[in-house]
């Protein structure tokens, strides 16, 4: 349904982007990335480009296959779509290019925020910022007489006493899902809690700390009110829950928003009831618990010159103001120039205004995510201890970054 | 069967039908009770509310007006082509199965043929070659796929489908080819056939049955695989359960899951047709003897 | 085909005893929409220095294999030396990754394969008896479970098995528990996913028993009813031996792909619960940073150990063949 809007609102900015800009290019351009909407709408950007072949594979496999189709001589992928975990394996293996001598050239439209730097070159450019933050129902918070939450421990008193009021039963959602989601909920929570991963310039983990042992107990506190499945529950699953009514308050990404607003696959009484807020604090401390995200477009290193610069071209050409209209806007918070925030994007913005660390764009920090993943479940189900469960993640990491070399 | 000696007293009779009976719903029930949920919204489908919606599609009449839809089923065929997932899934099965029952029949009556040791070794070989688990294979694929720049074409999938199917294939021809007497193939060249005239004038009329079999295990294989073909396929190369996959991805859009649902019904159909006309032979070709370790 | 065959093992073995270079590691200041930050990088001039040196990687031999990720020989050593009990040692070594999963692996195996063959048995015995124009019904209906694809069939009764999907209730309902739910404890997990394999797997048992009942004497049944043998000592005495070569066949095909069990887990979501040899490989070249020694291995040890379920089949081979030539 929203993939046909996608396709209207492309069809709308089409037409609007012949009077606008006109994109002609002169070498191949082929792109790999994430499904989710907005990127299919920076996907058939680019392919309204003309004078060449422009080509997309778009898929949830994208991260597997990235780094192997820009391995080979020339790169089977012009252009990556990444986020600032996934660049990371990118740079690992040396397969993308630094952009200074495009942005030089044809940089023009894209704004200093925009572009994302290691070691003072440009390695990727931005087009959206995600965070997750909180998302409460409105009319079950009047209910019980409460404000929205500003911090976790505020959550769980508003969760406490919509049980006893017999509203719901299980009131909090969050994607626990064991693995990607479950070590995500932890980095949230660990931030927030105000620790920090590694030893300063190293890469040895310092997760199994007084602060890794309270976030975890926190995220145990809060699963008392969550469905018992909820290792099962991926961000999917959690938004079906929300639009089933089961829910009254949770930490979701802000991409995934706009959804839980709309009517259908849900009721009129919760799409209308759903209200988000920025992110919540935890253990007294200032920084909100969550991370900010950036999604932007990378450059192959194995492709011929013209080749870059048509990706560019095109790649800038998906990006450019006029893109935004009313279907596109709500679809992301946009880092692109003229972008009027909606207000599904409040949670995001207020995220960034209050000093959310981004999530770490570290050599290793994805083997850390992993271990994590894998050995917090244990914990969650009440198996092992939490500081057990901490020096598991730690023994299992330092395994891993052995292997790659890191340690 | 039919020999008065063999009739049940009653008492087993009823047993063994009411065992049937269980076994026919367990085995059945999952896929009546998706065709069914096809037609619901999601929400009816997965019946977060109320399982029973799931049956008389609550929210469905809500939506719709009427407890039956076939959203799920245009979104999937019309609007995300998924009649493109079926051509290629036909392709591929296709070549799959005819290119290894070539190899397979011919490896595997050579093979039987054949007294050396290394014909052991060889099944062997083979065998611990289908032990790997086939994300292994895959992942040690894609490299050299990228850099020959073989990826995500149809030829590809086919070939490591036929080299992940043929060790199957050539033990289960290999042995059937046993079953048929060596005699066979030493009369006809008693008779001044030369051993690829006997193999095709003796050998090749009685081993339809064997073959058939193996062809449906095969065409199975390359129908269901998903470890594969999600890897090394592009988008517009997709087979039909990466598209199903990719229904389900990792952010669901909004009705996309009902998609999936409608798809795995369009995806089980065709099996249903294919079973319907191939019951007899899969049973007759091991009747034959095909798979006797 | 020998290339496709023999290649993919050679390289697989090749890379679970190399692993990557060192990487060189630099600080650096990172920038992007939400300000500057130091951060570290990979070094890539330096780091492309070591790997023109050695174009494989490290030679690391066995340190990959003897890690904690896999045999995890030296914690091993370590909780028998400090192990108060026996069950402490075992706990012990339950929470190694490589063991966690063994021990699911091998649960599953061993539950799976004989329930499987059983109901298999049963199911063509029933359906042998049934009257020929039911039979042909019976059969489709009986395969269906076999032909749907394991990542879609586990997903169709993962969507069923909800706590509140119709399974569920109606598990809550015969149970009496209104909040009992299958996928939160780790018991009902692995029955779940146990009964699900048995489930799948059993139609392809039964169309081989099936087949395998249409070629047997009758004379030879004749002959035991003649001596007065019982039902059951007709399916003893005379059923039984004759489909023993057919058990052997669906037991070898069975263990092995058991033993690699792995789309149920994922269709199921059931990671945090059961973990199998063959999830550790996904897992492993799933994350962000892919580890591909670790996967390697974990490959290898997962084709010694389909090598020694089967040695006992293997070797009675071996035995025919001698015979044979």
């Known amino acids: 349904m929203l993939l046909k809007k996608v396709a209207l609102a492309t069809a709308m900015g089409l037409m609007a982007g012949n009077v606008m800009a006109e994109c002609v290019i002169d070498a191949r351009v082929s792109i790999v990335g994430n499904e989710f909407p907005a990127i299919q709408t920076i996907g058939s950007g680019a392919q309204e480009c003309t004078g060449a072949e422009v080509s997309s594979n778009l898929t949830a496999d994208h991260q597997k296959i990235n780094v192997a189709g820009m391995s080979g001589n020339p790169a089977e992928y012009t252009t990556a779509i990444v986020a600032n975990t996934s660049i990371v394996a990118l740079m690992n293996e040396d397969v993308i290019r630094p952009l200074d001598d495009l942005i030089a050239e044809h940089g023009e439209g894209i704004q200093k925020n925009q572009l994302i730097t290691v070691d003072g070159k440009v390695m990727a450019v931005a087009f959206m910022a995600n965070a997750q933050h909180l998302v409460y129902r409105k009319d079950v918070l009047e209910e019980i007489g409460v404000e929205p939450p500003a911090s976790y421990e505020d959550l769980l008193a508003a969760a406490e006493m919509i049980r006893e009021k017999g509203i719901m039963e299980y009131p909090v959602g969050g994607a626990y899902k064991a693995g990607w989601n479950l070590a995500q909920e932890f980095n949230n929570m660990f931030l927030g809690m105000g620790g920090s991963f590694f030893k300063e310039g190293s890469a040895e983990p310092t997760v199994n700390t007084a602060e890794g042992v309270a976030a975890l107990e926190m995220m145990k506190a809060l699963s008392e009110y969550m469905n018992p499945d909820f290792l099962t529950h991926d961000s999917n699953a959690t938004s079906a829950e929300w639009k089933a009514g089961n829910v009254a308050l949770m930490n979701m990404w802000g991409s995934r928003v706009g959804p839980l607003r709309e009517t259908e696959g849900s009721s009129q009484e919760v799409a209308d009831n759903t209200a988000i807020a920025g992110p919540m604090t935890v253990g007294g401390g200032d920084t909100p618990a969550t991370t900010l995200w950036w999604d932007g477009w990378t450059v192959a290193k194995n492709i011929s010159d013209a080749e870059a610069e048509a990706t560019f071209l095109a790649m800038k050409h998906a990006i450019r103001p006029e893109i935004l209209n009313d279907e596109t806007s709500p679809m992301a918070v946009w880092l692109i120039e003229g972008y009027e925030p909606t207000d599904a994007a409040i949670g995001v913005l207020d995220a960034a205004q209050r000093g959310t660390i981004p999530f770490p764009m570290l050599p290793y920090h994805g083997l850390l995510h992993s271990a994590l993943g894998a050995e917090l479940a244990d914990f969650m189900q009440g198996k092992e201890d939490a500081a057990t469960a901490l020096a598991d993640v730690e023994a299992a990491y330092i395994t891993a970054a052995k292997e790659k070399g890191h340690l | ?293 | 085909m020998l290339l496709f065959i023999a290649l993919p093992i050679v390289s697989v073995v090749m890379q679970s005893l190399y692993t990557p270079h060192k990487q060189v590691i630099k600080v650096v200041e990172n920038c992007g929409p939400f300000g500057c930050k130091e951060a570290t990088t990979v070094d890539q001039t330096a780091t492309e220095q070591l790997r023109k040196e050695q174009p494989l990687g490290q030679f690391s031999g066995l340190k990959i294999y003897l890690d904690r990720g896999h045999l995890a020989t030296k914690e091993i050593a370590e909780a028998w030396s400090t192990r108060s009990s026996l069950g402490d040692f075992f706990s012990a070594v339950g929470n190694l990754p490589f063991y966690r999963a063994l021990s699911f692996t091998l649960t599953y195996t061993f539950v799976v394969t004989p329930l499987l063959i059983i109901l298999g048995f049963i199911i063509a015995i029933a359906v042998n008896s049934l009257h020929r124009h039911l039979k042909g019904l019976v059969i489709f209906f009986s395969l269906l479970p076999m032909i749907v694809t394991p990542l879609i069939g586990s997903l169709i009764l993962f969507w069923m098995v909800d706590s509140r999907g119709i399974l569920g209730s109606a598990l809550q309902w015969l149970v009496n528990n209104p909040d009992l739910s299958l996928k939160a404890s780790t018991e009902l997990t692995w029955i779940m996913l146990m009964v699900y394999g048995v489930w799948h797997s059993a139609p392809f048992a039964f169309v081989v028993f099936y087949a395998g009942l249409q070629t047997l004497p009758q004379d030879a049944l004749e002959s035991s009813m003649i001596d007065g043998a019982t039902r059951w000592q007709q399916i003893r005495y005379v059923i039984i031996p004759h489909l023993m070569p057919l058990v052997t066949f669906v037991a070898l095909i069975q263990l092995m792909d058991n033993f690699r069990v792995f789309e149920p887990i994922v269709g199921f979501n059931a990671e945090a619960h059961a973990q199998s040899l063959s999830w550790i490989i996904f897992n492993d070249l799933g994350g962000e940073t892919r580890l591909l020694s670790s996967a390697a291995t974990t490959s290898v040890l997962t084709i010694i150990g389909v090598a020694i379920l089967l040695s006992p089949v293997l070797v009675k081979t071996w035995q025919d063949f001698k015979v044979k030539t």
């Open chain 2, 1 to 293: 069967m039919s020999a008065k000696a063999f009739k049940q007293p009653p008492m087993l009779r009823l047993a063994s039908s009411i065992f049937i009976i269980v076994w026919l719903i367990l085995a059945a029930f999952p896929f009546f009770w998706t065709l069914w949920g096809s037609f619901k919204v999601e929400l009816d489908f997965f019946s977060k509310a109320d399982w029973r919606n799931a049956l008389t599609g609550a929210r469905t009449v809500a939506e719709h007006g009427s407890a039956f839809t076939t959203n799920g089923y245009e979104g999937a065929w019309v609007q995300e082509e998924f009649w493109r997932a079926v051509l290629n899934t036909f392709i591929v099965c296709f070549f799959v199965v005819t290119i290894s029952l070539t190899f397979g029949t011919l490896g595997g009556y050579a093979l039987s043929r054949s007294g050396f040791r290394y014909t052991f070794w060889l099944l062997i070989a083979a065998l611990i070659f289908r032990a790997m688990p086939p994300i292994t294979l895959v992942s040690g694929y894609l490299l050299p796929f990228f850099e020959w720049n073989l990826w995500g074409i149809l030829p590809t999938t086919i070939i490591v489908l036929v080299a992940i199917n043929q060790p199957f294939t050539l033990w289960m021809l290999h042995s059937f080819f046993q079953k048929i007497p060596k005699e066979l193939d030493e009369s006809a060249k008693v008779d001044g056939c030369s051993q690829f005239q006997a193999f095709r004038h003796v050998i090749i009329p009685v081993m339809w049955p064997g073959v058939i079999t193996t062809g449906l295990f095969s065409f199975l294989l390359a129908y269901n695989d998903f470890a594969v073909t999600s890897m090394l396929l592009s988008k517009e190369n997709q087979t039909m359960v990466p598209k199903i996959a990719s229904f389900l991805g990792t952010t669901q859009t909004e009705g996309n899951v009902m998609f999936a649902v409608a798809a795995v019904v369009s995806a089980t159909a065709p099996l249903f047709v294919l079973v319907m006309f191939f019951q007899r032979q899969i049973v007759s070709g091991l009747t034959q003897g095909a798979v006797k370790g």
